[in-house]
């Protein structure tokens, strides 16, 4: 039947969106049409800024290849992302510690390594950083062999990933926990890094007048069957840019307690302790957002 009206348009969509046989794909959609026929009705979307809206999905297209990610860059910046992660995992409530979003750089394979090893794999600049976790379940009963993958920037603001200067999978190792739950490694204190600005997602944000670096951090995603794989990341509360990160990352319980060790001498050293807690659950890798 043609379409009669400014209003019919969305019922007809919506009729043939409910054809599929699968229930989720026609939740999912049909939701979608609704709020995005309200959404242009809402802000009656001239015809420019629709093609304006095709130039700039197919530039996020154009903007992804294998090392980089940028439909994941820009979810993230709209805090899509975080939303994600908040409604479907803990808020860091005693029973389970809280998640943040992966990011963009996470990366599937990297090396094996001992406890006690460190993530440097060529020369890194910062200061050094011990980091001692340890892993328990929601009765506070440690949890062996977890495999903990850890991955952060180099303190000159990038992943070796974008950075020809660092060695392939420099600042990233998976480390496994021994039977009191425990684990610990090298590596250099995390220092705040500017999102890649190159992209569409860059272009939005300085329209937006936002500034780009998040806070630092150090990323996990701790996995072991029989729990919900754990994606989290932990801020120094020392950082400026908690309150301001362009990818809403930062919850309070996220916070580490990161001390120093002989500050001011050729011997100093930053100390970071974090205890996770795991929820039992479905084990699940995430797809890696690049390769
Ligand atoms: C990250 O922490 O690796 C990250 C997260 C979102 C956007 C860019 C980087
Ligand atoms: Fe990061």
Redesign the pocket.
């Known amino acids: 039947m043609p379409i009669e009206s400014e209003r019919a348009v969305t019922q007809a969509v919506l009729r043939a969106v409910e054809q599929s046989a699968d229930a989720r794909h026609a939740e999912l959609v049909g939701a979608l049409v609704r709020h995005l026929h309200e959404f242009i009705r809402e802000t009656r979307l001239s015809e420019q800024e629709l093609e304006f809206a095709f130039d700039f999905l197919n530039r996020i297209g154009q903007a992804t290849n294998d090392s980089h990610n940028e439909a ?2 820009f979810s ?2 709209l805090g899509a ?1 975080t939303l994600v992660c908040l409604l479907n995992n803990g808020d860091g409530a005693a029973t389970e510690t809280a998640s943040a ?6 990366r599937l394979n990297a090396p094996e390594l001992e406890n006690g090893a460190s993530l440097l794999r060529s020369p890194t600049p910062g200061t050094p950083l011990l980091m001692r976790g340890s892993v328990q379940d929601d009765t506070g009963k440690p949890i062996a062999g977890v495999r903990v993958d850890v ?1 952060q ?1 180099s303190p000159v603001g990038l ?1 070796e990933n974008q950075d020809a200067e660092q060695a392939e999978m420099n600042l990233r190792g998976v480390f496994s926990t021994d039977a009191d739950g425990r684990f610990h490694f090298e590596s250099v204190r995390p220092a705040g890094y500017p ?2 600005m190159h992209g569409p997602t860059g272009d939005m944000l300085r329209k937006q007048n936002r500034q780009s670096y ?1 806070p630092a ?1 150090l ?1 996990f995603l701790l996995f072991r069957n029989g729990f919900k794989t754990l994606i989290t ?1 932990v801020f120094p509360g020392d950082d400026p840019h908690l309150d301001d990160d ?2 809403f ?1 930062v919850t309070a319980n996220l916070i580490g307690n990161y001390t120093t060790e002989n500050a001011g001498t050729e011997q100093e050293r930053c100390v970071l302790d974090y205890r996770f807690t795991m929820q039992p659950g479905e084990a699940r890798l995430p797809v890696p957002p690049i390769k």
């Open positions: 994941a860059l993230d910046a992302s979003l992966l990011g963009p750089f996470w991955w920037a992943y999102v890649p998040r951090h990323h990341q362009p990818v990352g």
